[in-house]
């Protein structure tokens, strides 16, 4: 099975349930047996596929609920879904990777959602330059979650342990 199709999982759980013809309730969560349908007028796919997509998926994207007749994706939407995160205060300090394209944007103006809800921080340096460096040169920023928490930002973690808040002014960013 090809990397291709788990990309096709995220996009639909993550931006566009309407390319199958299906919908997401308002916690992001898919009927599973509507998903397979779906996405089986495409291409072959079963429930066996779907299982190995959420089980080797090294990023943890998606989860089932306990009978495993839903799905959602853990983060990532960029469509209006809440996924009933976890509200949490952050560790004082978290990363941020982007491409160096972007690093004038985020210098003016902070970091910004963008297409998606939220802007993802890391725990760590080693995956902030794994995440920056999908789309080209890296460059990292730390970030001082500990005085957001202070000064009255949210944060959120996701299931597969992305920090997650609305937006970093630029005061609480430092280019390393």
Known sequence: MGKGTGKFVALILRHKPETIGITLDEHGWANVDELIEGIAKTR???????EEIVATDNKQRFSFNEDHTMIRANQGHSIPVD????????????????????????????????SRL?????KDYDTAVKVGS?????????????????????FFLSENGVWLTKSVPTKYLEKI
């Open 83 to 114: 996924v009933e995160l976890k509200k949490l205060s952050p560790p004082e300090v978290l990363y941020h990777g982007s491409a160096i394209k972007y690093e004038e944007a985020i210098d003016d103006i902070g970091l910004i959602p963008k």
């Open 134 to 154: 999908r789309h080209g040169k890296p460059v990292i920023y730390k970030v001082y979650t500990g005085n957001m928490d202070r000064d009255g930002y949210e």
């Open 44 to 50: 072959t796919f079963d429930m066996e596929m779907l």
């Open 118 to 122: 939220y802007v993802h921080l890391s």
